[in-house]
């Protein structure tokens, strides 16, 4: 019987996820390798394989966990959202603000998700009914699907099939990009952040 994984495992695999992430947004993921995420972590390239026999392996770990973290974030949204009794509006209005305060300590993850799922193989495992890459897509269409769920409740004059699509990617588009200019300890928070983009969807720019 296999020895059981001990915490230390499981917090030494996050650790290389967060350094591996760093080695990809900052490198490409192309570019890094695994001598430079070895490195980066202050171990050899012996011990990373240890942990992870690849590159790829490195990255469907974090993405297979990150994705389902955006998951689960969407899933207690609605439990917050029928346990404090929100309208549909506020609960709209605290998803964005859940996923944004997720965006604050996860930008390289995000950087992957964004850039890198293409890197992941599309041929289905053994045992496994789809590709990596599949499982990886499937799921932010998931999130994807989850917005427009909770746009349609919270603007159901405002969202028709046809505009549905639209206006959810122009809402993830405000809070999906801001890795690339929005740091955290400047000058407007991702809660200050989170804040403005509930006013332009309440109200616009009038």
Same mark, same amino acid.
């Given at each position: 019987?296999?020895?059981?994984?001990?915490?230390?495992?499981?917090?030494?695999?996050?650790?290389?996820?967060?350094?591996?992430? *760093?080695?990809?947004?900052? *490198? !490409?993921?192309?570019?890094?390798?695994?001598?430079?995420?070895?490195?980066?972590?202050?171990?050899?390239?012996?011990?990373?394989?240890?942990?992870?026999?690849?590159?790829?392996?490195?990255?469907?770990?974090?993405?297979?966990?990150?994705?389902?973290?955006?998951?689960?974030?969407?899933?207690?949204?609605?439990?917050?959202?029928?346990?404090?009794?929100?309208?549909?509006?506020?609960?709209?209005?605290?998803?964005?603000?859940?996923?944004?305060?997720?965006?604050?300590?996860?930008?390289?993850?995000?950087?992957?998700?964004?850039?890198?799922?293409?890197?992941?193989?599309?041929?289905? !495992?053994? +045992?496994? !009914?789809? !590709? *990596?890459?599949?499982?990886?897509?499937?799921? *932010?269409?998931?999130?994807?699907?989850?917005?427009?769920?909770?746009?349609?409740?919270?603007?159901?004059?405002?969202?028709?099939?046809?505009?549905?699509?639209?206006?959810?990617?122009?809402?993830?588009?405000?809070?999906?990009?801001?890795?690339?200019?929005?740091?955290? +300890? +400047?000058?407007?928070?991702?809660?200050?952040?989170?804040?403005?983009?509930?006013?332009?969807?309440?109200? +616009?720019?009038?």
């Amino acid at each position: 019987m296999a020895r059981p994984k001990s915490s230390q495992h499981e917090l030494k695999r996050d650790a290389i996820l967060d350094i591996a992430a *760093q080695c990809f947004a900052r *490198q !490409s993921y192309n570019a890094a390798s695994m001598n430079d995420i070895a490195a980066a972590t202050g171990t050899s390239k012996a011990r990373l394989y240890h942990y992870y026999d690849s590159k790829e392996a490195i990255l469907f770990d974090l993405l297979d966990r990150y994705t389902q973290r955006l998951l689960v974030i969407v899933g207690e949204t609605e439990a917050t959202a029928q346990r404090r009794n929100l309208d549909e509006r506020a609960a709209l209005h605290e998803l964005v603000r859940a996923f944004l305060a997720e965006y604050e300590t996860s930008a390289t993850r995000h950087v992957a998700l964004l850039h890198d799922t293409q890197f992941l193989s599309d041929a289905a !495992s053994a +045992g496994h !009914s789809m !590709s *990596q890459r599949e499982l990886i897509l499937n799921r *932010q269409r998931d999130v994807v699907s989850a917005f427009t769920r909770f746009l349609r409740r919270a603007y159901p004059e405002r969202l028709t099939a046809a505009n549905q699509t639209a206006i959810t990617m122009m809402l993830m588009g405000m809070i999906n990009w801001t890795f690339t200019w929005l740091r955290p +300890g +400047g000058p407007l928070s991702y809660a200050a952040f989170a804040d403005e983009v509930i006013a332009m969807l309440e109200k +616009g720019l009038a």
